[in-house]
Protein backbone atom coordinates (compact mmCIF):
# COMPACT_ATOMS: atom_id res chain seq x y z
CA UNK A 1 0.00 0.00 0.00
CA UNK A 2 2.52 2.29 1.11
CA UNK A 3 4.31 1.59 -2.42
CA UNK A 4 1.35 2.97 -4.05
CA UNK A 5 1.27 6.18 -1.96
CA UNK A 6 4.64 6.68 -2.90
CA UNK A 7 3.63 7.31 -6.43
CA UNK A 8 1.38 10.20 -5.49
CA UNK A 9 3.87 11.53 -3.15
CA UNK A 10 6.58 11.33 -5.78
CA UNK A 11 5.54 14.20 -7.84
CA UNK A 12 5.71 18.13 -6.48
CA UNK A 13 2.91 20.10 -5.30
CA UNK A 14 3.98 23.22 -5.04
CA UNK A 15 2.74 25.74 -2.18
CA UNK A 16 0.71 28.61 -3.08
CA UNK A 17 -1.72 26.38 -5.62
CA UNK A 18 -5.04 25.44 -5.60
CA UNK A 19 -6.00 21.95 -6.18
CA UNK A 20 -9.20 21.33 -7.73
CA UNK A 21 -9.94 17.55 -6.87
CA UNK A 22 -12.58 15.13 -7.75
CA UNK A 23 -14.10 13.18 -4.95
CA UNK A 24 -15.87 9.91 -5.25
CA UNK A 25 -19.67 9.88 -6.45
CA UNK A 26 -20.70 7.11 -4.22
CA UNK A 27 -17.54 4.41 -3.85
CA UNK A 28 -14.89 5.74 -1.61
CA UNK A 29 -12.42 3.74 -2.98
CA UNK A 30 -12.70 5.54 -6.10
CA UNK A 31 -10.77 8.63 -4.43
CA UNK A 32 -7.42 8.77 -6.53
CA UNK A 33 -4.02 8.18 -4.82
CA UNK A 34 -3.01 11.74 -5.84
CA UNK A 35 -6.35 12.96 -4.20
CA UNK A 36 -5.69 10.87 -1.32
CA UNK A 37 -2.43 12.46 -0.96
CA UNK A 38 -3.18 16.22 -1.90
CA UNK A 39 -6.02 16.23 0.66
CA UNK A 40 -3.35 14.95 3.58
CA UNK A 41 -1.07 17.82 2.90
CA UNK A 42 -3.28 20.59 2.02
CA UNK A 43 -3.18 23.47 4.93
CA UNK A 44 -7.12 23.61 4.69
CA UNK A 45 -9.78 21.65 2.23
CA UNK A 46 -12.49 24.42 0.98
CA UNK A 47 -15.26 22.29 0.84
CA UNK A 48 -19.19 23.32 -0.86
CA UNK A 49 -20.49 21.40 2.45
CA UNK A 50 -17.88 20.88 5.62
CA UNK A 51 -20.31 17.93 7.21
CA UNK A 52 -20.12 15.92 3.83
CA UNK A 53 -16.24 16.08 3.38
CA UNK A 54 -15.55 16.12 6.97
CA UNK A 55 -16.99 12.42 7.08
CA UNK A 56 -15.50 11.56 3.64
CA UNK A 57 -12.15 12.57 5.15
CA UNK A 58 -12.58 10.40 8.11
CA UNK A 59 -13.65 7.58 6.32
CA UNK A 60 -9.91 8.34 4.75
CA UNK A 61 -8.24 8.44 7.83
CA UNK A 62 -7.43 11.74 7.10
CA UNK A 63 -8.31 15.34 9.51
CA UNK A 64 -7.86 18.79 7.95
CA UNK A 65 -9.07 22.27 8.60
CA UNK A 66 -12.59 22.73 6.52
CA UNK A 67 -13.63 25.77 4.92
CA UNK A 68 -17.01 26.32 3.76
CA UNK A 69 -17.22 27.54 -0.05
CA UNK A 70 -20.93 26.93 -1.21
CA UNK A 71 -23.25 28.77 -3.81
CA UNK A 72 -23.98 31.43 -0.99
CA UNK A 73 -20.95 32.99 -0.26
CA UNK A 74 -18.04 31.27 -2.80
CA UNK A 75 -17.18 35.56 -4.15
CA UNK A 76 -16.11 36.45 -0.10
CA UNK A 77 -14.68 33.27 0.57
CA UNK A 78 -12.68 33.27 -2.65
CA UNK A 79 -11.05 36.11 -1.32
CA UNK A 80 -10.19 34.62 1.54
CA UNK A 81 -8.70 32.02 -0.11
CA UNK A 82 -6.74 34.09 -2.74
CA UNK A 83 -5.51 35.63 0.73
CA UNK A 84 -4.27 32.70 2.44
CA UNK A 85 -2.68 31.16 -0.98
CA UNK A 86 -0.58 34.59 -1.55
CA UNK A 87 0.80 33.90 1.76
CA UNK A 88 1.98 30.65 0.25
CA UNK A 89 -0.43 28.41 1.63
CA UNK A 90 -1.59 24.77 -0.01
CA UNK A 91 -5.59 24.78 -0.41
CA UNK A 92 -7.66 21.81 -1.85
CA UNK A 93 -11.11 22.41 -3.25
CA UNK A 94 -13.78 19.65 -3.23
CA UNK A 95 -17.58 19.68 -4.11
CA UNK A 96 -19.54 17.18 -2.32
CA UNK A 97 -19.22 14.49 -4.99
CA UNK A 98 -17.57 14.16 -8.37
CA UNK A 99 -15.86 16.72 -10.05
CA UNK A 100 -16.02 20.46 -9.18
CA UNK A 101 -17.34 22.87 -11.42
CA UNK A 102 -19.73 20.10 -13.31
CA UNK A 103 -22.63 21.31 -12.22
CA UNK A 104 -21.57 22.11 -8.95
CA UNK A 105 -20.12 25.23 -6.84
CA UNK A 106 -16.29 25.82 -7.38
CA UNK A 107 -16.09 28.55 -11.14
CA UNK A 108 -15.70 31.49 -8.90
CA UNK A 109 -13.29 30.18 -7.07
CA UNK A 110 -11.04 29.10 -9.52
CA UNK A 111 -11.68 32.43 -11.61
CA UNK A 112 -10.58 34.57 -8.52
CA UNK A 113 -7.38 32.33 -8.02
CA UNK A 114 -6.57 33.12 -11.64
CA UNK A 115 -7.43 36.37 -11.22
CA UNK A 116 -5.24 37.11 -8.82
CA UNK A 117 -2.53 35.22 -10.59
CA UNK A 118 -2.09 32.26 -8.50
CA UNK A 119 -1.79 28.61 -9.92
CA UNK A 120 -4.60 26.17 -10.42
CA UNK A 121 -4.14 22.63 -10.85
CA UNK A 122 -7.12 20.11 -11.30
CA UNK A 123 -7.01 16.68 -9.86
CA UNK A 124 -9.39 14.59 -11.85
CA UNK A 125 -11.71 11.91 -10.77
CA UNK A 126 -15.19 10.68 -11.00
CA UNK A 127 -17.46 12.69 -12.70
CA UNK A 128 -21.00 11.03 -13.33
CA UNK A 129 -21.64 12.17 -16.86
CA UNK A 130 -18.03 10.48 -18.12
CA UNK A 131 -19.05 7.74 -15.93
CA UNK A 132 -22.05 6.95 -17.55
CA UNK A 133 -20.44 7.79 -20.82
CA UNK A 134 -17.86 5.39 -20.76
CA UNK A 135 -20.91 2.77 -20.98
CA UNK A 136 -22.78 4.26 -23.64
CA UNK A 137 -21.57 1.95 -26.13
CA UNK A 138 -22.48 2.68 -29.60
CA UNK A 139 -24.93 5.76 -28.47
CA UNK A 140 -21.54 7.53 -28.73
CA UNK A 141 -20.92 7.06 -32.57
CA UNK A 142 -23.67 9.31 -33.49
CA UNK A 143 -22.04 12.81 -34.45
CA UNK A 144 -18.42 10.82 -34.11
CA UNK A 145 -18.28 10.93 -30.52
CA UNK A 146 -18.97 14.02 -29.74
CA UNK A 147 -21.77 14.52 -26.92
CA UNK A 148 -23.30 17.77 -25.16
CA UNK A 149 -23.23 17.98 -21.07
CA UNK A 150 -26.68 19.74 -20.49
CA UNK A 151 -26.45 18.92 -16.71
CA UNK A 152 -30.22 19.94 -14.80
CA UNK A 153 -32.78 19.95 -17.10
CA UNK A 154 -34.84 23.63 -16.29
CA UNK A 155 -38.00 22.01 -13.44
CA UNK A 156 -40.61 24.50 -15.12
CA UNK A 157 -42.52 21.98 -17.13
CA UNK A 158 -43.08 24.27 -20.31
CA UNK A 159 -39.01 25.47 -20.50
CA UNK A 160 -38.42 21.97 -19.97
CA UNK A 161 -40.36 20.76 -22.60
CA UNK A 162 -38.51 23.41 -24.71
CA UNK A 163 -35.68 22.66 -23.61
CA UNK A 164 -35.58 19.25 -24.87
CA UNK A 165 -37.16 20.05 -28.34
CA UNK A 166 -34.30 22.16 -28.85
CA UNK A 167 -31.85 19.10 -27.85
CA UNK A 168 -33.90 16.99 -29.81
CA UNK A 169 -32.41 17.28 -33.13
CA UNK A 170 -28.84 17.50 -31.94
CA UNK A 171 -26.68 15.00 -34.17
CA UNK A 172 -24.86 13.39 -31.38
CA UNK A 173 -25.54 12.04 -27.81
CA UNK A 174 -26.61 14.25 -24.48
CA UNK A 175 -26.32 13.79 -20.89
CA UNK A 176 -28.32 14.74 -18.28
CA UNK A 177 -28.59 15.03 -14.74
CA UNK A 178 -31.79 14.45 -12.50
CA UNK A 179 -32.42 14.45 -9.40
CA UNK A 180 -34.43 11.40 -7.90
CA UNK A 181 -37.86 13.82 -6.96
CA UNK A 182 -38.06 14.90 -10.48
CA UNK A 183 -36.93 12.12 -12.60
CA UNK A 184 -40.49 10.38 -12.92
CA UNK A 185 -41.29 14.03 -14.48
CA UNK A 186 -38.13 14.27 -16.79
CA UNK A 187 -39.03 10.73 -18.09
CA UNK A 188 -42.23 11.62 -18.81
CA UNK A 189 -41.04 14.61 -20.47
CA UNK A 190 -38.36 12.78 -22.32
CA UNK A 191 -40.98 10.13 -23.62
CA UNK A 192 -43.57 13.36 -24.92
CA UNK A 193 -40.85 15.57 -26.73
CA UNK A 194 -38.71 12.49 -28.53
CA UNK A 195 -39.45 10.51 -31.17
CA UNK A 196 -40.43 6.66 -28.93
CA UNK A 197 -37.69 4.71 -30.07
CA UNK A 198 -35.06 7.10 -29.32
CA UNK A 199 -32.01 5.11 -27.25
CA UNK A 200 -31.57 6.12 -23.32
CA UNK A 201 -29.48 5.08 -21.21
CA UNK A 202 -30.21 5.69 -17.68
CA UNK A 203 -27.03 5.09 -15.10
CA UNK A 204 -28.75 4.73 -11.67
CA UNK A 205 -26.67 5.24 -8.19
CA UNK A 206 -23.05 4.94 -10.45
CA UNK A 207 -20.63 3.38 -7.82
CA UNK A 208 -23.00 1.95 -5.16
CA UNK A 209 -24.64 -1.04 -4.42
CA UNK A 210 -27.61 -0.63 -6.04
CA UNK A 211 -26.19 0.68 -9.85
CA UNK A 212 -27.64 -0.20 -12.83
CA UNK A 213 -26.92 1.27 -16.51
CA UNK A 214 -29.78 -0.28 -18.92
CA UNK A 215 -30.15 0.82 -22.27
CA UNK A 216 -34.38 1.08 -23.33
CA UNK A 217 -36.33 3.29 -25.72
CA UNK A 218 -37.70 7.01 -24.19
CA UNK A 219 -40.93 5.52 -24.41
CA UNK A 220 -40.59 2.33 -22.19
CA UNK A 221 -38.69 4.27 -20.11
CA UNK A 222 -41.71 6.06 -17.46
CA UNK A 223 -42.97 2.15 -17.33
CA UNK A 224 -39.30 0.68 -16.48
CA UNK A 225 -39.52 3.60 -13.35
CA UNK A 226 -42.68 2.49 -12.51
CA UNK A 227 -42.07 -1.24 -12.49
CA UNK A 228 -40.74 -0.83 -8.81
CA UNK A 229 -41.48 0.89 -5.70
CA UNK A 230 -37.81 1.77 -4.97
CA UNK A 231 -36.70 2.89 -8.29
CA UNK A 232 -36.94 6.67 -8.38
CA UNK A 233 -35.08 6.44 -5.03
CA UNK A 234 -31.28 7.25 -5.94
CA UNK A 235 -28.86 9.54 -8.32
CA UNK A 236 -29.88 9.55 -12.03
CA UNK A 237 -27.62 10.54 -14.94
CA UNK A 238 -29.17 9.85 -18.59
CA UNK A 239 -27.49 9.80 -21.22
CA UNK A 240 -29.74 10.20 -24.67
CA UNK A 241 -29.30 9.13 -28.31
CA UNK A 242 -28.10 11.69 -30.63
CA UNK A 243 -31.03 12.23 -33.58
CA UNK A 244 -28.81 10.53 -36.51
CA UNK A 245 -28.51 7.16 -35.11
CA UNK A 246 -32.29 6.86 -35.46
CA UNK A 247 -34.11 6.34 -38.84
CA UNK A 248 -37.71 7.38 -36.61
CA UNK A 249 -36.57 11.00 -36.11
CA UNK A 250 -37.25 11.63 -39.99
CA UNK A 251 -39.88 14.95 -39.52
CA UNK A 252 -38.53 15.50 -35.82
CA UNK A 253 -39.21 19.36 -35.15
CA UNK A 254 -36.33 21.34 -36.14
CA UNK A 255 -35.86 25.00 -34.23
CA UNK A 256 -38.08 26.44 -36.96
CA UNK A 257 -41.10 24.07 -36.75
CA UNK A 258 -40.30 24.48 -32.82
CA UNK A 259 -40.75 28.39 -32.71
CA UNK A 260 -43.26 28.45 -35.75
CA UNK A 261 -45.51 25.83 -33.02
CA UNK A 262 -44.63 28.02 -30.00
CA UNK A 263 -46.07 31.36 -31.74
CA UNK A 264 -49.30 29.33 -32.59
CA UNK A 265 -49.41 27.54 -29.06
CA UNK A 266 -49.87 30.97 -27.93
CA UNK A 267 -53.13 31.03 -29.91
CA UNK A 268 -54.86 27.57 -30.51
CA UNK A 269 -54.99 24.63 -29.07
CA UNK A 270 -52.37 21.99 -28.96
CA UNK A 271 -53.90 19.30 -31.81
CA UNK A 272 -54.46 22.65 -34.17
CA UNK A 273 -51.40 24.23 -33.83
CA UNK A 274 -49.22 21.27 -33.80
CA UNK A 275 -51.32 20.31 -37.10
CA UNK A 276 -50.54 23.92 -38.82
CA UNK A 277 -47.06 23.69 -37.72
CA UNK A 278 -46.76 20.77 -39.55
CA UNK A 279 -48.02 22.70 -42.43
CA UNK A 280 -46.20 25.14 -42.66
CA UNK A 281 -42.83 23.40 -41.65
CA UNK A 282 -42.97 19.82 -43.04
CA UNK A 283 -42.26 18.51 -39.47
CA UNK A 284 -44.56 15.48 -38.25
CA UNK A 285 -47.94 16.63 -36.64
CA UNK A 286 -47.70 13.23 -34.13
CA UNK A 287 -44.16 14.90 -32.98
CA UNK A 288 -45.53 18.88 -33.02
CA UNK A 289 -48.50 17.51 -30.99
CA UNK A 290 -46.33 15.71 -28.57
CA UNK A 291 -44.41 18.69 -27.83
CA UNK A 292 -47.69 20.94 -28.26
CA UNK A 293 -48.53 18.75 -25.27
CA UNK A 294 -45.38 18.97 -23.17
CA UNK A 295 -45.18 22.01 -23.47
CA UNK A 296 -48.58 22.59 -22.19
CA UNK A 297 -47.96 21.27 -19.19
CA UNK A 298 -46.55 24.32 -17.84
CA UNK A 299 -49.07 26.59 -18.45
N1 LIG B 1 -20.03 17.27 -9.85
C1 LIG B 1 -20.79 16.05 -10.02
C2 LIG B 1 -20.17 15.21 -11.12
O1 LIG B 1 -19.03 15.49 -11.49
O2 LIG B 1 -20.80 14.26 -11.59
C3 LIG B 1 -22.24 16.33 -10.24
C4 LIG B 1 -22.90 17.10 -9.14
S1 LIG B 1 -24.59 17.40 -9.37
C5 LIG B 1 -24.94 18.53 -8.08
C6 LIG B 1 -25.34 15.95 -8.70
C7 LIG B 1 -26.01 15.12 -9.78
O3 LIG B 1 -25.05 14.27 -10.42
C8 LIG B 1 -27.05 14.15 -9.22
O4 LIG B 1 -28.31 14.79 -9.05
C9 LIG B 1 -27.11 13.11 -10.31
O5 LIG B 1 -27.87 13.56 -11.41
C10 LIG B 1 -25.63 13.04 -10.75
N2 LIG B 1 -24.95 12.00 -9.95
C11 LIG B 1 -24.08 12.19 -8.94
N3 LIG B 1 -23.69 11.00 -8.43
C12 LIG B 1 -24.33 10.05 -9.15
C13 LIG B 1 -24.34 8.64 -9.11
N4 LIG B 1 -23.64 7.97 -8.19
N5 LIG B 1 -25.11 7.96 -10.00
C14 LIG B 1 -25.84 8.64 -10.92
N6 LIG B 1 -25.86 9.98 -11.00
C15 LIG B 1 -25.12 10.68 -10.13
Not at 63 to 83: F, K, S, T, Y
Not at 139 to 144: E, H, N, R, S, V
Not at 209 to 227: I, K
Request: net charge negative; charged share 20%; glycine share 10%.
Amino acid sequence: MSDWISLAAGQSYPAGTLYVVATPIGNVADLSLRALHVLGLADAIACEDTRNTGQLLSRVGLQRPLVAVHEHNEREAAGRIVQRLAAGECIAYVSDAGTPGISDPGARLVEAVRAAGLPVVPLPGPSAAVAALSVAGEMLDTGAGRFTFVGFLPSKPKARGEAIAALASLDHAWVLYEAPHRIAETLAALAAGLPPTRRLLVGRELTKLFEETPVMTVAEAPAWLAGEATRAKGEFVLVVEGAAANAADDGAPDAQAQRVLSLLLAELPAKRAAKLAAAITGASTDALYKLALAQRGGD
